[in-house]
């Protein structure tokens, strides 16, 4: 589904401040697995994400979205089969314009932007019941605009425009970093419905253990650009928190004197 | 004062025109264009010069569009491709354009005393109205379609219209295209209705578009029909008759300026809710911008 190969990636090169982030990386990612990534600040959560995105792009390596290479590809072509979920909730949606507006221009992904009118009469119905599933009373702003809605009403907006088209990776960045804690359930709880029901393959870089512990099926811990632990299926389930940490200990201590 | 009336609708018409233009990049593509200086006085050299060598005056709007089209157009790719900043691409092109334009009409100032103009038959002030309504509803129906929606969205948050799979940068340059295009018809027209074009008529063209624009979004924000271009209309109409009325009570032409840009600083500071002692006095609701659009952003 996703592979990246050998991908190399420096900041600042050839100045004082060279940092080689990835060496000759390598990650592969299954249809339908939902991946959590954990890891300290500066571990590469971040960059790994915009190098999937085409944010920035790679020195090294190619990058494979369902066989088809696109090491090369700019981000708005990547965006048609990829779908990303910032930490801000603001990014997401177009705060000028009304819930129905966004959802009509998440609707029209990928396809091409004419002279044609955006605004659709008959999708309203389609648009409420898709709203009316996060139980937010959204159904019922259809004409407000989004500036006028909290950042946990605007983030499972995001996320249902942004799974409108069904992408072929959905990428979540800390999505729930900046709500406060009950709606940070609430909004993981969406997250992990939508991703089941539409079986979407999915990446959610994250800081709160929980949640990288509750959900997906596979778990990958970066340290300084690698790999350090990955685990799915049933090693996934049965890692605790303290088993978690603990490992987390060792490999920043083991990483602190070498 | 019949003629003072005529006066203010015919121009202030033509100019909503060019407003419409700074509504684009300012307001929904949050670009500020300065370009526009420039592609005013382009729109009227090209129509100038064009109808004194006995082209058609509609033809010459037309080659006018086109012109200020491609002008806009240089606008945006300097700043997509070459990553020049936003308000220094437009300022090279309007800067570069100075030359063009005297270029195009060979002098300063280029008179179309006895030439036919679109203007020569019937009442000045209908054919003007003609112009700014054709041009309102296309504005008005543009902005409903998904390309407008696209224009919008990229002022508001690039990063989510990217996400969507579009290309940005090309929706930026259209953008400037467009708003370019419809000021150089204003150009087009204004110096038609006024008989001659000068290579000094676009200098302020700016200012006038935002004061023009404040005052609409300050005075008419509720207005439902036709939305952005009806407040553009009436708003562009008030600035005139303020500009005319300071002629009338005595100052001279050249003060003008001066009184444009004390009027875009004071609809500004009204507009402004973050000025408290201004609040306070204020007895009637200048407070809340339109939507979301904050009037204050320029």
Redesign the interface.
Same mark, same amino acid.
């Given at each position: 589904m996703l592979r990246l190969d050998n991908i190399s990636k420096t900041f600042n090169e050839n100045t004082a401040n060279e940092m080689k982030l990835f060496k000759e990386f390598n990650l592969k990612v299954e249809e339908g697995e939902f991946v959590c990534v954990i890891g300290s600040n500066g571990a590469g959560k971040s960059t790994l994400l915009n190098l999937i995105t085409g944010n920035i792009y790679s020195d090294k390596g190619k990058i494979y979205l369902d066989k088809e290479d696109i090491t090369n590809k700019k981000e708005h072509e990547r965006c048609k089969d990829i779908s990303r979920i910032f930490q801000n909730p603001s990014m997401g949606t177009v705060p000028s314009m009304t819930i129905f507006e966004n959802l009509s221009m998440a609707k029209n992904k990928g396809e091409k932007m004419g002279l044609s009118f955006l605004a659709n009469k008959k999708d309203r119905k389609l648009f409420k019941e898709r709203l009316e599933r996060l139980n937010l009373g959204l159904e019922n702003k259809l004409d407000t605009a989004v500036s006028q809605l909290s950042g946990g009403q605007r983030q499972s907006l995001a996320l249902i425009m942004s799974t409108f088209t069904n992408p072929k990776l959905l990428l979540l960045d800390e999505h729930t970093a900046a709500l406060d804690p009950k709606t940070s359930e609430i909004i993981m709880e969406i997250t992990a419905r939508i991703v089941e029901e539409k079986n979407l393959t999915a990446l959610m870089v994250t800081h709160n253990i929980d949640h990288a512990l509750k959900y997906g099926n596979r778990i990958i811990m970066l340290h300084r650009g690698n790999i350090v632990i990955d685990l799915e299926g049933n090693m996934k389930k049965d890692l605790n928190k303290e088993q978690l940490l603990g490992l987390f200990k060792d490999i920043s201590d083991r990483s602190f004197f070498s | 004062m019949k003629d003072f009336l005529v006066g203010v609708l015919g121009q202030g018409f033509i100019i909503s025109i060019m407003v419409m233009g700074v509504y684009i990049t300012n307001r929904f593509l949050n670009f500020p264009d300065l370009s526009i200086d420039g592609t005013f006085t382009l729109g009227a050299s090209i129509s100038a010069i064009l109808i004194s060598k006995g082209v058609s005056p509609m033809v010459s709007l037309v080659i006018a569009i086109i012109g200020g089209f491609l002008a806009g157009s240089i606008t945006g790719l300097l700043n997509v491709k070459l990553k020049i900043k936003d308000i220094l691409s437009g300022i090279l092109v309007m800067i570069g354009l100075y030359s063009i334009n005297l270029r195009i009409m060979g002098k300063a100032n280029l008179p179309l005393l006895n030439e036919r103009t679109i203007f020569t038959q019937g009442n000045n002030l209908i054919t003007a109205l003609v112009f700014v309504f054709i041009v309102a509803l296309l504005f008005t129906i543009?902005f %409903?379609? %998904?390309?407008?929606?696209?224009i %919008?969205?990229v002022g #508001?948050?690039e990063?989510? !219209? !990217?996400?969507?799979? !579009? #290309?940005?940068d090309k929706v930026k340059i259209l953008a400037l295209a467009f708003s370019n295009g419809l000021v150089a018809l204003a150009g087009g027209l204004m110096a038609q209705y006024q008989g001659f074009s000068d290579i000094n008529m676009g200098t302020g063209t700016i200012i006038i578009g935002l004061a023009s624009i404040v005052i609409g979004q300050t005075l008419f924000r509720k207005v439902k029909f036709l939305r952005e271009s009806t407040l553009i209309i009436l708003g562009t109409i008030i600035y005139r008759m303020s500009i005319s009325l300071s002629l009338i009570a005595g100052f001279n032409p050249s003060d003008l300026k001066l009184i444009s840009c004390i009027i875009v600083v004071l609809a500004l500071a009204l507009g402004n809710k973050n000025i408290i002692f201004l609040n306070k006095k204020m007895s009637f609701n200048f407070t809340k911008p339109i939507?979301?659009?904050d009037s204050t952003r320029v």
């Amino acid at each position: 589904m996703l592979r990246l190969d050998n991908i190399s990636k420096t900041f600042n090169e050839n100045t004082a401040n060279e940092m080689k982030l990835f060496k000759e990386f390598n990650l592969k990612v299954e249809e339908g697995e939902f991946v959590c990534v954990i890891g300290s600040n500066g571990a590469g959560k971040s960059t790994l994400l915009n190098l999937i995105t085409g944010n920035i792009y790679s020195d090294k390596g190619k990058i494979y979205l369902d066989k088809e290479d696109i090491t090369n590809k700019k981000e708005h072509e990547r965006c048609k089969d990829i779908s990303r979920i910032f930490q801000n909730p603001s990014m997401g949606t177009v705060p000028s314009m009304t819930i129905f507006e966004n959802l009509s221009m998440a609707k029209n992904k990928g396809e091409k932007m004419g002279l044609s009118f955006l605004a659709n009469k008959k999708d309203r119905k389609l648009f409420k019941e898709r709203l009316e599933r996060l139980n937010l009373g959204l159904e019922n702003k259809l004409d407000t605009a989004v500036s006028q809605l909290s950042g946990g009403q605007r983030q499972s907006l995001a996320l249902i425009m942004s799974t409108f088209t069904n992408p072929k990776l959905l990428l979540l960045d800390e999505h729930t970093a900046a709500l406060d804690p009950k709606t940070s359930e609430i909004i993981m709880e969406i997250t992990a419905r939508i991703v089941e029901e539409k079986n979407l393959t999915a990446l959610m870089v994250t800081h709160n253990i929980d949640h990288a512990l509750k959900y997906g099926n596979r778990i990958i811990m970066l340290h300084r650009g690698n790999i350090v632990i990955d685990l799915e299926g049933n090693m996934k389930k049965d890692l605790n928190k303290e088993q978690l940490l603990g490992l987390f200990k060792d490999i920043s201590d083991r990483s602190f004197f070498s | 004062m019949k003629d003072f009336l005529v006066g203010v609708l015919g121009q202030g018409f033509i100019i909503s025109i060019m407003v419409m233009g700074v509504y684009i990049t300012n307001r929904f593509l949050n670009f500020p264009d300065l370009s526009i200086d420039g592609t005013f006085t382009l729109g009227a050299s090209i129509s100038a010069i064009l109808i004194s060598k006995g082209v058609s005056p509609m033809v010459s709007l037309v080659i006018a569009i086109i012109g200020g089209f491609l002008a806009g157009s240089i606008t945006g790719l300097l700043n997509v491709k070459l990553k020049i900043k936003d308000i220094l691409s437009g300022i090279l092109v309007m800067i570069g354009l100075y030359s063009i334009n005297l270029r195009i009409m060979g002098k300063a100032n280029l008179p179309l005393l006895n030439e036919r103009t679109i203007f020569t038959q019937g009442n000045n002030l209908i054919t003007a109205l003609v112009f700014v309504f054709i041009v309102a509803l296309l504005f008005t129906i543009f902005f %409903k379609t %998904k390309m407008g929606y696209m224009i %919008k969205g990229v002022g #508001d948050n690039e990063k989510m !219209i !990217i996400s969507l799979g !579009i #290309d940005t940068d090309k929706v930026k340059i259209l953008a400037l295209a467009f708003s370019n295009g419809l000021v150089a018809l204003a150009g087009g027209l204004m110096a038609q209705y006024q008989g001659f074009s000068d290579i000094n008529m676009g200098t302020g063209t700016i200012i006038i578009g935002l004061a023009s624009i404040v005052i609409g979004q300050t005075l008419f924000r509720k207005v439902k029909f036709l939305r952005e271009s009806t407040l553009i209309i009436l708003g562009t109409i008030i600035y005139r008759m303020s500009i005319s009325l300071s002629l009338i009570a005595g100052f001279n032409p050249s003060d003008l300026k001066l009184i444009s840009c004390i009027i875009v600083v004071l609809a500004l500071a009204l507009g402004n809710k973050n000025i408290i002692f201004l609040n306070k006095k204020m007895s009637f609701n200048f407070t809340k911008p339109i939507s979301s659009y904050d009037s204050t952003r320029v």
